[in-house]
């Protein structure tokens, strides 16, 4: 017996005029499966959809076509209609009339509204139920790395009672002995402490990730420690693995003259040196322009320098990054206090003379060229990705940018999320470092892993994207494929092997689908039939 | 469906690009055919084909722009689908030109719209 | 007596969009109220910056979100509304709000356009939103009505078939009980007819960053306001109302905004000069690395920024500016100048401060507890996302929001003060 489908027509109130209705109606009556054409006004009012309700009830409906506006803002409040009038919502297929057709072309547009609904016509026939179900989530995540971000990340997350891991590669946890703690002084031993004594965070030192497998709400992690494996599963991941610096080589003979950002910051703090420095120098942002960190770490520190020694410092630069909360601010009270800042467009040369630190740059300003005789020197650093790194993104089959910093460079994905569901980062390990833009990124993750775990449960549909075990051979295209890691091969027999994909991590991108050699997977709603039924709908004129 | 030009759009970018262009009033040919995709990395090359067998003049494919894409590469896969297609109609001495890739944004409607006059005005050129 | 499970989020900009999605996502119960008719905010209106690969300006993004939050069944949209009070405490605040007439209500309107087809006046007292505008209703322009004027005229409303419109409305007042308050409420332009030299208004081819935004949203291509040609000669010039006396902030978004604009401009148009007069550069941050060496070739940067602007007798501009690499004072001719005007604090934060009683801090922007985390005000359980706060780019006030979104929670779930009656 044929599907039963019920087609309502808007006509906006009226106000579609291009569009012949009557014939349009009298027209799509006629189609096979049309039990029943409507016009209405306005369908997307409280008044139309009471009367859509009915409509579907009464007639007995088992599909429904609404042509109108664009389903984009609409077609969430015609699938509520049909789950009123105890249709699965999926049983819906739209023709855009309006915004697609009668907005954009002159004249009578009948004929192409009358295709477009024939279209959706032979779509909602072949359309299948799909349902909602619930999956039990793990409760744990899993953190790697142990800096400051890291630790403030698990705390959150415990806050919002979900048990957390913090794993870390080395022997001890990073947080105070890492740079921007160091910079900023800040005092990392209590948060340390509030870690150590919290019983919803473990830590693991000298651990690391083996292997990787299962989705968002059941990873399976092979953590290997102390030479002994153990299997474990996470409801999510956070990546918060840092970064490392290296020096932009100044020259070997100036020796240990020539320091890092952290070195300066720990001389600072422990008067480590034999005389105070009488001149400082700084380098900044020629190498690397893409960073935030080392202008407040070089402001920060300058200030400190003067205030502590009240040394002359110089500053090297080609442009201040001032684009953070407070910094243009810090900058001014940097010449305020003396500081003197040296715009150039290359970096300047170092060499040493009569024991000293000798900068040579040129004063864009002045137009002359500068030489400097310095104590202490703060090279240029390169902001780079944290040592393994790139294995880890391949172990764990995320990506990252071209820098080799995690997280792909797409909008879509910022600020903390990955493209696969359940996998975020934190702090400096996704490039650029600035600690008011890393607190919010922090947040953040806390709060999107709680709305993701913090019931135990998530719902989602069940089954949309699903490969027939009788046509799929396991050749493993549609889970190397898959954007967002959704796919794992499962034993559905004693012996078969099967693509499954997870509910909760898939996308609904239709990648697989598209891709599956022997065309095993069936993605509801834009199954390879559902989508040529609508090319064969359009009428050859 | 002598003319007709049938345009994948996905639903991230191209659809609403397409939506966009009907609240702003831009026009274009009433040819056009849209057939919505939940990315363009659905699109696959048999339905390409088919709607070339079914009688349309042109194959339009509009995914996000490249780095765009929500699903990450399904832009990319859908234009080697695409020159692929082409690919195969040229074997067979037919126009290669008659199937087409483009990436916009879902806030772009002028992009759309040149997109389906630069397919039209190919599909429209004489001794096809 | 159960915790209030509800939050009311000021400001429909994406900020307050990103704040009102995350925590509906968390299962709570979200009032967005929006001062205007239309929801989204400025960047809302903004283009799409793409070339041959997308420029990451995330405009498109914004889009997306706004779609999502308005169709989203836990949160409440509020247009036309402002708070007029706010009373109770953190976990339990009594916020009364006015809704203002706006004569087009956005929830029987269905943009059938037969009003606007009535509507006598030119241009249309009544007339459809901006393309991107959510909800996409109509909205009336009440400077230019002619029964709000005072005059018999009732045409839109009798020709509207949903009776969507409606005069003689008062303004309405509602209460909202709450647990939470995030402020979102963004930011204004510089206004850059206070720099006079620049010529901002009376030059029809000065425009700002924004107006340039709006340009290519609606138009697609660059066209010359004057007369519709197509531009040869482009200048940007940075820092206009940032980084100076009484702006004594970086707006963080126009470096990089100018940059993407300029990529764009050559990408139509080859043939066409790009220069941007700037101070010092900011080229940090996710995934700008990539554009700045194809930007560093394609535009010419001059360090100095221009203090005059002069129209020619032929219509060009005349810019004139200290050229620090030369050491000298040099003039250029561009057919359009772009002032890349920075973010500064809403005018009416004053009014909101009072009435929230959060502070303001010396830049004119709401101020914090904490300079770092940059959510909490002086006030419990009032936080604050995005702009409102300070000058942020679409990414970071996405993250901004979250972050307030995240505190938020956190007084939702701590037990109700004592003294609450059950």
Redesign the interface.
Known sequence: METKVGVFFCNCGGAIKNIDFDAALREVARLPGVISVNLDSSLCLEEGKERMVSSIRDEKMERVVVAGCSPLLKEHIFQGILEKAGLNKHLLSMANIREQCSWVHDGDVTAKAVDLVRMAINRVLLLQPVETKETAVSKEVLVAGSGFAALNVALQLSHLGLRTTVMEEGPVLRAGSEEPAAVYGVDASSIIAEVEANENVEVLTSARVMTLEGKVGGFGVRIKKAGKETFRRYGAIVLATGHRTEIVNPGAEAGASVVSQKAFTDILRNSSLEREPRTVGFILDFSDENSRFPTLATLNSALAAKKKWGSEIYVFYKSVKVDSEGVERLYQQARDSGVVFVKSETAPKIGVEDGRVKVEGRDVFAGEDLVLACDVLVAEELYLPAEGTETFSSLLNVRTDPKGFWQDDNVHLYPVGSEKKGIFFVGGCRGDLDPGRMLADISGVAMNIGELLSAGKVAADFERVKADPQKCVACLTCIRVCPHGAIQLVRVESSKDVAQISDLACDACGVCAAVCPAKAIAFQGYRDEEILAQIEAIKRS | MNGKIVAFCCENSAYPAADLAGKLGLHYSENLRIIRVPCAGRVDVIHILKALENGAAGVLVLGCEEGACRHITGNTRAKERVEYSSMLLREINLDGRVVAMFNLSPNAPHKFVKAVNDIGNITAEPGR | MENNNNVLVVGSGISGIASAL?LA??GVNVYLLEKEALVGGHSAS???K?T???S??????V??KV?EAI?DPRITVLTGSTIKRLRGEAGDFHVEVVRRPLYVNG??C?????CTGVCPTDPKAIH?PF??A?P?SFVLDDGLCLRIKGERCDLCRTS???GAIEFDLKAKEEELNVGAVIVATGFDVFDAREKGSLGYGRYPNVVTGLDLEHIF?????LRLPTDGSEPKNIAFIQCVGS?DEGH???S?VC?KYAMRLAGLIRYQNPDARVTIFYI???????????F?EKYRQDIRFV?GVPVEILQTASGELEVKFED??R?RVSRDNFDLVVLSVGISPAKNSWDLARILGINLADDGFFDVKD?????ETNVEGVFLAGTCQ?PKDI??S???G??A???A??VLAKPVGRGRAS
């Open positions: 995350e996502n968390a903004f283009c799409c793409a041959d690969i997308c990451q300006c995330s405009a498109c993004v889009s997306d779609k169709t929830e029987r269905i943009a059938c356009g037969l459809p393309a991107e959510l996409f509207c078939p949903t949203a609606r138009e697609g291509y980084r004594g902030y970086c963080q470096c010092d550069l900011q080229t940090a941050g996710k995934g700008f690395a990539q700045y360090r620090i690499s050491g300079p770092l985390s940059r959510n300070g990414p970071d996405i993250g901004h979250i972050a979104a995240s505190k929670m956190q």
